[in-house]
């Protein structure tokens, strides 16, 4: 931001910390998500919101080469002591927290001391992409699926106890064994206007899901990573732990954060009304077809703990298989149609994703992606029906993390959107995570990473 933008700014913050004040808030969490996919946070007294505005507030840039137990690795760009940024929050999304009463949060943008953008903050990736989406006369609009485990405050129990939850899979039982739960977890989203569509129990022991309106590319990452929080501040409240990892116990159906998408030109939504495949625009199926044929490379983004692999399983609804089929929750790409006479419901769904994700660099990249296959005319391939586990020779998507790296640094088009100290740093860590748990059995991975996110 310029000088007289931040001065602008500035009083517009004084404005809102006296709004915030008669509300009882005494701090605000700035937050931003690491590219190991851990949201990390600094808090400011709300008489400081100002100040933090004008100024931002000081964090190092090594928090980029951090790796979920919080050891860190180096990179060409990025790493070892020195170095500040300033973290600028964004007013626009500022929220009091319905969960965690007293407290406001807002995402943050990193800036060079300078004032300049900081070439690897990953908000500012989304932004950029959703910009030359812009340039094309194309928007998109987003949203994430929120899945959690609940677990009894502190670990499991003495022997014989029943974690909380562990009615059958989308069992009505869970919802009225945990009504009063998840009515605060409504409530809390609610009164943050987060625009809930579902709420449901999912398929694993204690595991729940919500998914949320669609946004723009920003603002869906924002909103994963607030309904992230509220979910786990509720879960506190109510002495529980909400799970976000990928797997909470080995060999079972884990997190998922799926990503729905779909791309608009002006007031037209480009996923219907044309004749390409399953009715979506030739745009569109051009812009799923460059999200697909990236897939393999966009993993190391969207499911990028060695553990993302003991969930990315096939037969688990996880998306293991690099195809797209119409309502297909066995692919990767699963194309949502929506009614015929609604405009805004039809969709893309990418499935492979979890909730080890940062939810900025998979809007980000995802745009580049498909922004990629409409440059270069990329061309989906037939739709597949039923689950391409049982033959037909579909191509499995990387079954390690190592695999996923190699697509990854081999991909033009994610180390061009990104920019050099991203795609490095990115690289780095998801080295330092291959190296970190190497041996480690199932078990150890899990334990490590369940609660982490
Ligand atoms: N929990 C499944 C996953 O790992 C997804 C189930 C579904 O919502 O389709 O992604
Ligand atoms: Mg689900």
């Known amino acids: ?13 004084r404005q809102e910390a006296a709004r915030l004040t008669a509300l009882g808030v005494r701090a605000v969490a700035l937050t931003w998500v690491d590219n190991a996919g851990i949201t990390r946070v600094k808090t400011v007294p709300t008489a400081r919101l100002a100040h933090a505005v004008r100024w931002g507030i000081g964090m190092s840039p090594v928090f980029d080469v951090y790796l979920t137990d919080d050891s860190s690795v180096t990179s060409p760009h990025i ?8 973290l600028v929050p964004d007013l626009g ?14 995402p943050v943008d990193r800036f060079e001391q300078d004032g300049r953008p900081y070439a ?32 009894t405050r502190g670990g499991p129990g003495p022997d014989g106890t029943r974690p909380p939850g562990a009615g059958p899979a989308y069992g009505m039982a869970r919802v009225v064994e945990l009504s009063d739960y998840l009515r605060d977890v409504l409530d809390a989203l609610t009164d943050q206007r987060v625009e809930v569509l579902q709420l449901h129990p999912e398929y694993t022991p204690g595991q729940f899901e919500v998914s949320v309106a669609a946004a723009g590319p920003v603002g869906a990452a924002d909103l994963a990573v607030l309904v992230r929080e509220t979910v786990r501040a509720v879960s506190a409240a109510h002495g529980l732990d909400a799970l976000f990892g990928p797997v909470v116990a080995p060999d079972t159906v884990g997190n998922g954060a799926h990503l729905h998408l779909s ?12 004749d390409g495949p399953c009715g979506m625009t030739a745009e569109c199926a051009a812009f799923l077809a460059g999200v697909l044929r990236e897939l393999p490379a966009l993993l190391a983004l969207g499911a990028p703990s060695p553990a993302s ?22 692919a990767a790409l699963r194309f949502v149609p929506g009614p015929p006479d609604a405009e805004d419901q039809a969709n893309a769904e990418v499935k492979c994703f979890d909730g080890a994700a940062n939810p900025y660099l998979v809007t980000g990249a995802v745009i580049a992606a498909g922004l990629a296959g409409i440059d270069t005319g990329a061309v989906l391939p037939p739709p597949v029906a039923g689950d391409p586990a049982r033959g037909g020779g579909h191509e499995r998507l990387p079954d390690s993390p190592a695999a996923a790296l190699d697509r990854f640094t081999r991909s033009a088009v994610l180390r061009e959107a990104l920019g ?4 490095e740093a990115v690289a780095a860590v998801r080295r330092g995570e291959i190296a970190r748990y190497e041996g480690a059995t199932a078990r150890e991975l899990v334990d490590a990473t369940k609660g982490r996110y």
């Open 1 to 13: 931001m310029q000088r007289p933008e931040r001065e602008r700014a500035e009083s517009a913050a």
């Open 79 to 86: 790493g070892g002591p020195d170095g500040d940024l300033r």
């Open 93 to 106: 999304r500022l929220t009091v927290l319905a969960g965690q009463p007293g407290w406001a949060w807002a």
């Open 120 to 151: 690897a903050c990953q908000r500012g990736f989304v932004g950029r992409m959703a910009a030359r989406a812009a340039e094309r006369g194309l928007r998109l609009r987003m949203g994430f699926e929120t899945e959690w485990v609940v677990a």
């Open 263 to 274: 791309l608009w030109r002006g007031e037209r939504n480009l996923c219907r009304g044309g």
């Open 309 to 330: 692999h003991l969930r990315l399983r096939p037969s688990r609804w996880a998306g293991a298989y690099g195809c797209w089929g119409p309502e297909n929750r066995e």
């Open 420 to 423: 050099d100290p991203l795609f």
